[in-house]
Nanobody, 121 residues
Framework: QVQLVESGGGLVQAGGSLRLSCAAS????????MRWYRQAPGKQRELVATITRAGNSNYVDSVKGRFTISRDNAKSTVYLQMVSLKPEDTAAYSCNADYTTWQGPSVYSSWGQGTQVTVSS
Protein backbone atom coordinates (compact mmCIF):
# COMPACT_ATOMS: atom_id res chain seq x y z
CA GLN A 1 0.00 0.00 0.00
CA VAL A 2 0.99 3.60 -0.63
CA GLN A 3 0.17 6.38 1.78
CA LEU A 4 -0.09 9.99 0.64
CA VAL A 5 0.29 12.85 3.09
CA GLU A 6 -0.36 16.44 2.09
CA SER A 7 1.09 19.52 3.72
CA GLY A 8 1.39 23.22 3.10
CA GLY A 9 -2.18 24.38 3.42
CA GLY A 10 -3.14 27.39 5.44
CA LEU A 11 -4.79 30.77 5.52
CA VAL A 12 -3.67 33.36 3.00
CA GLN A 13 -4.99 36.66 1.73
CA ALA A 14 -6.25 37.04 -1.81
CA GLY A 15 -3.29 37.47 -4.13
CA GLY A 16 -1.03 35.42 -1.93
CA SER A 17 0.79 32.18 -2.58
CA LEU A 18 1.05 28.71 -1.10
CA ARG A 19 2.91 25.58 -2.06
CA LEU A 20 1.28 22.25 -1.30
CA SER A 21 3.30 19.07 -1.01
CA CYS A 22 2.19 15.46 -1.14
CA ALA A 23 4.66 12.80 -0.12
CA ALA A 24 4.12 9.14 -0.91
CA SER A 25 5.44 6.34 1.24
CA UNK A 26 5.20 2.58 1.14
CA UNK A 27 7.00 -0.54 0.05
CA UNK A 28 8.42 -1.10 -3.42
CA UNK A 29 6.08 1.01 -5.52
CA UNK A 30 6.25 3.06 -8.70
CA UNK A 31 4.10 6.17 -9.00
CA UNK A 32 2.39 6.91 -12.29
CA UNK A 33 -0.03 9.79 -12.82
CA MET A 34 -0.47 12.08 -9.85
CA ARG A 35 -3.25 14.58 -9.37
CA TRP A 36 -4.48 17.34 -7.15
CA TYR A 37 -8.18 17.61 -6.41
CA ARG A 38 -10.08 20.13 -4.35
CA GLN A 39 -13.47 20.20 -2.74
CA ALA A 40 -15.21 23.21 -1.29
CA PRO A 41 -18.14 22.87 1.10
CA GLY A 42 -21.33 22.16 -0.80
CA LYS A 43 -19.50 21.53 -4.07
CA GLN A 44 -18.38 18.41 -5.87
CA ARG A 45 -14.76 17.36 -5.88
CA GLU A 46 -12.90 18.99 -8.76
CA LEU A 47 -9.80 17.79 -10.56
CA VAL A 48 -7.35 20.69 -10.42
CA ALA A 49 -4.17 19.39 -12.01
CA THR A 50 -2.60 16.19 -13.32
CA ILE A 51 1.02 15.30 -13.94
CA THR A 52 2.37 12.21 -15.64
CA ARG A 53 5.49 10.38 -14.59
CA ALA A 54 7.33 12.09 -17.45
CA GLY A 55 6.25 15.51 -16.21
CA ASN A 56 3.48 16.37 -18.65
CA SER A 57 0.78 18.38 -16.94
CA ASN A 58 -2.67 19.81 -17.44
CA TYR A 59 -4.99 22.01 -15.41
CA VAL A 60 -8.57 22.99 -14.99
CA ASP A 61 -9.17 26.28 -16.80
CA SER A 62 -9.82 28.24 -13.63
CA VAL A 63 -6.26 27.77 -12.35
CA LYS A 64 -4.26 27.95 -15.59
CA GLY A 65 -1.49 30.49 -15.31
CA ARG A 66 -1.73 30.56 -11.53
CA PHE A 67 -1.05 26.99 -10.37
CA THR A 68 1.89 24.79 -11.29
CA ILE A 69 2.03 21.07 -10.62
CA SER A 70 5.42 19.42 -10.41
CA ARG A 71 6.94 16.23 -9.09
CA ASP A 72 10.18 14.88 -7.76
CA ASN A 73 10.24 11.20 -8.59
CA ALA A 74 13.31 10.59 -6.44
CA LYS A 75 11.39 11.92 -3.44
CA SER A 76 8.04 10.39 -4.46
CA THR A 77 6.53 13.81 -3.96
CA VAL A 78 4.16 15.97 -5.97
CA TYR A 79 3.78 19.70 -5.46
CA LEU A 80 1.20 22.32 -6.29
CA GLN A 81 2.55 25.85 -6.41
CA MET A 82 -0.34 28.28 -6.15
CA VAL A 83 0.04 31.99 -6.80
CA SER A 84 -2.45 34.83 -7.18
CA LEU A 85 -4.85 32.95 -4.96
CA LYS A 86 -8.50 33.90 -5.06
CA PRO A 87 -11.25 33.35 -2.48
CA GLU A 88 -12.84 30.83 -4.84
CA ASP A 89 -9.71 28.69 -4.47
CA THR A 90 -10.73 28.00 -0.88
CA ALA A 91 -11.15 24.24 -0.52
CA ALA A 92 -9.74 21.07 0.92
CA TYR A 93 -6.98 19.98 -1.44
CA SER A 94 -6.19 16.29 -1.79
CA CYS A 95 -3.60 14.46 -3.79
CA ASN A 96 -4.20 11.24 -5.66
CA ALA A 97 -1.75 8.85 -7.25
CA ASP A 98 -1.91 5.86 -9.53
CA TYR A 99 0.77 3.34 -8.73
CA THR A 100 2.05 -0.16 -9.28
CA THR A 101 3.99 -2.35 -6.92
CA TRP A 102 7.17 -4.10 -7.89
CA GLN A 103 5.43 -7.45 -7.38
CA GLY A 104 3.01 -7.36 -10.28
CA PRO A 105 1.20 -5.38 -12.99
CA SER A 106 -1.90 -4.33 -11.07
CA VAL A 107 -2.59 -0.61 -10.94
CA TYR A 108 -3.81 0.89 -7.69
CA SER A 109 -4.93 4.32 -6.62
CA SER A 110 -4.28 6.09 -3.34
CA TRP A 111 -5.66 9.26 -1.78
CA GLY A 112 -4.32 11.61 0.83
CA GLN A 113 -6.32 12.97 3.73
CA GLY A 114 -6.31 16.51 2.40
CA THR A 115 -5.02 19.90 3.47
CA GLN A 116 -7.16 22.99 3.89
CA VAL A 117 -6.51 26.11 1.85
CA THR A 118 -8.43 29.20 2.88
CA VAL A 119 -8.12 32.43 0.91
CA SER A 120 -9.54 35.53 2.53
CA SER A 121 -10.82 38.51 0.58
Amino acid sequence: QVQLVESGGGLVQAGGSLRLSCAASGNMFTLDNMRWYRQAPGKQRELVATITRAGNSNYVDSVKGRFTISRDNAKSTVYLQMVSLKPEDTAAYSCNADYTTWQGPSVYSSWGQGTQVTVSS
